[in-house]
């Protein structure tokens, strides 16, 4: 009874071990956002908000996903570019039921102009197998063998009741293509539509910043300088001018960043009309300067600069019914490496997107007992207490065995 006692003991020790180094992880991150509901299992896009960035490091190496068990969940960070978004082509259908008491019969018009190789069909879910021959036509009388032999898989995604699957065939231009599902004398496949997925690269939309505060002095050296602060410093990756007048102009500007004292140059430009008049780089900083060179010509009217930023996310696999939240706001951290990176396939492209909420002081941040080291120091003192308590347990085991055995 002693020794049933002693190893729950030790079991309940290590258990609080491990609840403890979990909890102690999320006290060294000063800020927290809640994610909204996870409306079912799958990859995620999570845009970050330029008030949560600017709370971040540089580089963004101290942000963490985290569960309600409070642990961390691996994730991938990705830049807003130009992106690859997939959308479904469907085409008409001219005949859509059974020839007779085994076969069905889907005709479809190509809209293709170049030639098809694949085709989806989107179906209801049937647990079953069937086999089909696909044929093509130009004048819906005339029918040729393009694929014999096609078998419909039984599998089908759990959270839906439609499911998509793809023919591959001999790449072919018949205007009209026809499938033959052979149903053996049993009820025929529910198809809903059939048609191509599209591709389409679209630019992502950059984000405004909030207004900085801007002087201007147009000095006597026929140069204008216009200096952009911010409180805090703020990822910055492109300006916009509008510029009023004159009517004609052309003139060269560069960027620089940080304080007169200490300034760095950053990237240079030309302003011209007609516009858009718009620099781009990438910069993180509280503090840049913009110097236009005017020669003889008069002063630039800018009616407005706005500040840009792309869009940053995080990419990750969450589960329905769970909570999640990110963390930030921890200086020291040492930027995660996640096995995710090797798994970005087309699942993970088509991601759904997810908000996360305000940003809020963390309610767990301890900045005292912080350590000094890295993300990973609070660790050691789990680890070491788990080891001593195992040793325990084994040296407990061994002296029963012993005990036993002379008797």
């Known amino acids: 009874m002693k020794n049933v006692w002693k190893n729950k003991f030790l079991c309940l020790l290590l258990l609080m071990a491990f609840i403890s180094a979990r909890l102690h992880a999320q006290e060294l991150f000063r800020y927290r956002a809640d994610l909204e509901q996870v409306p079912q299992d799958g990859f995620y896009q999570i845009r970050l908000d330029p008030s949560l960035l600017v709370h971040s490091q540089d580089g963004l190496g101290d942000i963490r996903i985290v569960d309600q068990q409070n ?63 696909l044929l093509g036509s130009n004048d819906l009388k005339n029918w040729y063998a393009l694929e014999e032999g096609i078998l419909f898989s039984n599998t089908f995604p759990a959270n839906s009741d439609n499911q998509f699957q793809s023919l591959t065939f001999p790449a072919t231009s018949y205007r009209y293509l026809q499938l033959l599902v052979y149903n053996k004398k049993k009820s025929p496949l529910n198809i809903l539509q059939a048609g191509v997925f599209k591709q389409e690269q679209q630019h992502a939309q950059l984000i405004p910043l909030p207004k900085g ?43 620089f960043q940080g304080s007169k004292e200490g300034r760095l140059f950053v990237s240079g430009g030309v302003l011209q009309s007609p516009g858009p008049n718009v620099l781009s780089f990438d910069l993180r900083n509280h503090e840049l300067e913009l110097v236009i060179e005017n020669g003889d010509n008069p002063t630039l009217r800018i009616q407005e600069i706005t500040v840009l930023q792309r869009p940053r996310y995080l990419l990750a696999y969450l589960e329905k019914g769970k909570s999640y939240a990110l963390l930030t706001g921890y200086p020291k951290a040492a930027p995660p490496k996640y096995d995710l990176e090797y798994f970005t396939d087309s699942a993970v492209a088509r991601a759904a997107d997810l908000k ?40 407990g085991l061994l002296k029963g065995i012993e005990e036993r055995g002379k008797e």
Do not use: C, M
Request: proline content about 8%; hydrophobic content about 35%.
């Open 71 to 133: 642990s961390f969940v691996p994730y991938l960070r990705r830049t807003g570019g130009p992106e690859t978004k997939e959308s479904f082509l469907p085409f008409q259908i001219l005949r859509n039921q059974p020839e007779n008491d085994t076969t069905s019969s889907l005709i479809v018009e190509n809209s293709q102009s170049s030639p098809l190789r694949t085709l989806w069909l989107n179906l209801k879910n049937a647990n079953v197998q069937r086999t089909a021959d």
């Open 213 to 255: 505060s801007l002087t201007r002095k147009d000095s006597s050296d026929q140069r204008t300088y216009i200096r952009l602060r911010y409180p805090r410093s703020y990822q910055i990756d492109q300006l916009s001018l509008k510029i009023s007048s004159p009517k004609y102009f052309k003139r060269r500007v560069e960027v």
């Open 356 to 395: 996360h909420f305000a940003l809020t002081s963390n309610p767990q941040y301890k900045p005292a007992e912080a350590p000094a080291v890295n993300s990973n120091y609070f660790l050691w003192p789990a680890i070491v207490l788990a080891l001593g308590s195992l040793i325990w347990l084994i040296k």
